[in-house]
């Protein structure tokens, strides 16, 4: 027999590989919005849950450097903050359990992801302006979250330590840290317009909103 697929990649051949998958799935998702149904948020938070494993996975050799923050961010900016948690959760336990490694950090990931989620959705009114998104004060948003996401998973250490460690281990992280904010810039530089115009198109107004619309008219 014939082994053809027996070809051993470069960790740079292997990365880059992984990085033209996951443009090719981006590339996938905006053609597949186009045959969506309008507002439908639902299907829209099952595609960048979609979106959000296959980076997470494909770009685990690059430390710290996934996409999920900012995508966790966006469905918290345009679809609240319940949706936001729902999809952290569903990305942090799939690629955990079937590939990166399930345990007690898990819930630590849900809950970081979980709360950037919810300073998405605390400071929509200010990031999304008239269907615009305000990049400036989204990267800026984004640095914050890299931080914070990376504090919160760190606090799972005190399951196995003492307290004292914490502080140690957060100065010794902090270059992967720095890692995760320069990656979310990236993110929100390459993904953050197109995520964010589609991400538009399928979300539903709250309802004080569309009351108000209607009475203006």
Same mark, same amino acid.
Request: charged share 10%; net charge negative; aromatic share 10%.
């Given at each position: ?7 051993? =990649?470069?960790? +740079? ?11 090719? @799935? ?27 494993? !296959?980076?997470? @996975?494909? %770009? ?14 966006? *469905? ?11 999809? !952290? ?6 690629? /955990? ?26 400071? !929509? ?9 305000? =990049? +400036? ?14 504090? @919160? ?6 399951? /196995?330590?003492?307290?004292?460690? %914490?502080?140690?281990?957060?100065? /010794?992280?902090? %270059? ?7 990656? +979310?810039?990236?993110?929100? *530089?390459?993904?953050?317009?197109? =995520?964010?115009? @589609? ?15 209607? !009475?203006? +008219?």
């Amino acid at each position: 027999m014939y082994d053809f697929h027996n070809v051993a =990649l470069t960790p +740079n051949q292997s990365l880059l590989l992984n990085i033209t998958i996951l443009s090719v @799935i981006v590339f996938a998702v905006i053609r597949s919005e186009r045959r969506m149904d309008d507002s439908n948020p639902l299907a829209m938070i099952a595609i960048l849950a979609i979106f959000g494993i !296959a980076g997470r @996975i494909l %770009l685990d050799p690059m430390p710290n450097f996934q996409p999920v923050t900012v995508i966790v961010l966006l *469905a918290g900016i345009y679809y609240g903050a319940p949706r936001a948690v729902a999809l !952290a959760g569903i990305i942090a336990l799939t690629t /955990n359990f079937v590939v990166l490694g399930h345990g007690p950090w898990t819930l630590f990931q849900v809950a970081g992801w979980g709360f950037v989620g919810t300073l998405g959705a605390i400071f !929509a009114e200010h990031l999304l302006k008239e269907g615009e998104l305000q =990049l +400036n004060k989204l990267a800026g948003l984004a640095v914050i979250s890299a931080f914070a996401f990376d504090w @919160i998973v760190s606090v799972s250490i005190l399951i /196995n330590t003492d307290v004292s460690m %914490l502080a140690p281990y957060l100065i /010794n992280g902090l %270059l992967f840290d720095l890692y995760h904010a320069v990656g +979310n810039l990236v993110f929100v *530089a390459w993904l953050a317009n197109p =995520l964010g115009e @589609i991400m538009l198109r399928h979300r539903v107004e709250p309802s004080s909103q569309a009351v108000s619309k209607v !009475a203006t +008219n």
